[in-house]
């Protein structure tokens, strides 16, 4: 299902550019400790899906899962830095075709996004896949993305060129949860921290979703003026949650023994 971004080359050597730096060190451990920790909980679909964040202080560079490795694989070391055109900056390999003409494209495009996570995760998929609104008012986890979702209702196949990459970002506008439909779904994140809080959460409000629209009942949606005071309760500390979330993750995978900083 993968394809290879024939076009891209190799200029590994990023002159004078330093990219050593110890924020760039500690966003590359970040950046692997989320494609261990989706790996954990089963977001990935084998070498296909992808993770981006901007190179921190290189606004027109981005790290990128190499392709042709599990989620599971990738590591610190491992990680692409990737230009805007195609040329893999620093790292050995290179990027999934449809990874790079999403992530360049929506980095490029929407500077706000400083990571941005696709994944073909199961439940949050399978919303995908159902007429009409995906993530329904149901339930506080859902209320964390309450006015904060988009939907892209007209799939178009593999994204193998730019403009497919342009129509996607175009299609997440001003949300931070893209729901592609018949496909996926894109969390974009002002850091790594907030894309994994959000990635983590969503797969959640929608695994609970579909439990309670399996029971065949009707179904109880939270009032709107409640779950916009919810939505706001919730985003006041966001922020900083989230960086106590992956904090702790990290945590726990290096009690574990996973190697992901190496």
Known sequence: MAHTLSSVSNAQ?????????????????????????????????????????????????????????????????????????????????????????????????????????HTHMPNATALCLLEGPPLLWLGQTALKFYGRTAVDEDYNGLALDQSEGDRIAAALGDADILFLKNHGVMVAGASIAEAWDDLYYLERAAEVQLKAMSANRPLKPVPAD?????????????????????????????????????
């Open 13 to 117: 050597s990023a002159g004078h550019r330093r990219l050593d730096s110890d924020e760039i060190v500690q966003a590359r451990i970040e950046l692997a400790a989320c494609f261990q920790l989706a790996a954990q909980l089963g977001f990935e679909e084998g070498i296909c899906n992808h993770f981006s964040a901007v190179v921190p202080g290189h606004d027109d560079l981005f790290f990128v899962n190499p392709y042709g490795y599990a989620f599971s694989e990738v590591t610190a070391s491992r990680l692409l830095i990737c230009d805007f055109d195609g040329n893999v900056i620093e790292g050995d390999g290179k990027p999934e075709a449809t990874a790079f003409y999403i992530h360049a494209r929506l980095h490029r495009l929407m500077p706000r996004v400083k990571a941005a996570f």
């Open 226 to 262: 409640i779950a916009q005071r919810a939505y706001e309760q919730m985003r006041l500390g966001d922020k900083e949650s989230a960086r106590a979330h992956l904090d702790s993750a990290m945590r726990e995978l290096r009690r574990r023994g996973v190697a992901f900083e190496t």
